[in-house]
């Protein structure tokens, strides 16, 4: 809720100030490219917001799934750049046995051998025959996951888009700024 309040206080706070600024027509290119950017920006960083929030409503919907007790059945590690963890696993619902892979939302960036480290730590703890909790979607069985928690990257999302929308903001109150004392002296 307060996500949203903040997004709906950047685009009523956005509007204006970006009115007022193309509004004071003055004849500096330097300006109007900052004001450019400043809107990227701004757009940039609601963009993030609004798939921040997507995000975490599809983790929202996933959060009646059941848990259920399920058996690594393979793990390795995967790729050839980008290493991460494979864990296949099976687990049983009303009788019937169900069989799925995780990559265990490991990251995919930093360096090589880091990537590698995480995926050798996840696939050394989570050997062939090791019970592990499956969370599994009552409505569909067959979706399933290891992980049962937002993805990493949301919140980095969010944090990137506040921060890109609040830049984008101060760059605009600066350039109308500017353009308002710009606009004084060459009246005075």
Known sequence: MFLLF????????????SY?????????????YKLIFSHLLLALGLFLIIDGMHSLEMFAARKNWQKVTGTVTESRIAGKRAYHPEIKFT???QGKTYHNVSDMD????GTKAAR???AREWVNSLQPGDSISVWFNPDNPAQSEL????PWNTYMKYGAGIFFSALALAFIVVGILQRLSLKKELNV
């Open 116 to 118: 590698r480290q995480v």
């Open 147 to 150: 992980i049962h928690h937002p």
């Open 106 to 109: 490991a990251p995919g960036f």
């Open 6 to 17: 903040a997004l709906m206080t950047i685009l009523v706070m956005a509007a204006p100030l």
């Open 91 to 93: 687990y049983h619902v």
């Open 20 to 32: 007022a600024g193309w509004k004071l027509k003055i004849p500096s290119y330097m300006n109007n």
